[in-house]
């Protein structure tokens, strides 16, 4: 199972990015799906995690700014992340509790990271 993440880039502030998250593979199932953030002086932060009811929970600092959503057809979920500002600088992170067939127990699965750039 892998994960491909794609969509970074440099914006100015003010400014929309879309990230993209697909998962491929042997998968059962997917339940939570989410991006990650970490900046070079920030911890890791969870920015947007959905469920595979539909629930989604968001960071105070993106709320009302970011859109998660997720596409169950296409194993895939997306960032919608509008007026951006300098301190969304950092490098986005997609995961996913993923049951890969013959399993019966979800398992964290990490894609690689995408730069997201907000800068003037």
């Known amino acids: 199972v892998q994960l491909q993440a794609s969509g970074g880039g440099s914006v100015q502030p003010g400014g929309s990015l879309r990230l993209s998250c697909a998962a491929s593979?042997?998968?059962?199932?997917?339940?939570?799906m989410g991006w990650y953030r970490q900046a070079p002086v920030n911890q890791r932060e969870l920015v947007a995690q959905i469920g595979l009811g539909g629930r989604e929970t968001y960071a105070d600092s993106v709320k009302g700014r970011f859109t998660i959503s997720r596409d169950n057809a296409k194993n895939t979920w997306y960032l919608q992340m509008n007026n951006l500002s300098p301190e969304d600088t950092a490098v986005y992170s997609c995961?996913?509790?993923?049951?890969?067939?013959?399993?019966?127990?979800?398992?964290?699965?990490w894609g690689q990271g995408t730069l997201v750039t907000v800068s003037s």
């Open positions: 995961f996913a509790d993923i049951k890969p067939y013959g399993n019966d127990r979800y398992q964290t699965t």
């Open positions: 593979g042997s998968i059962s199932s997917i339940s939570a």
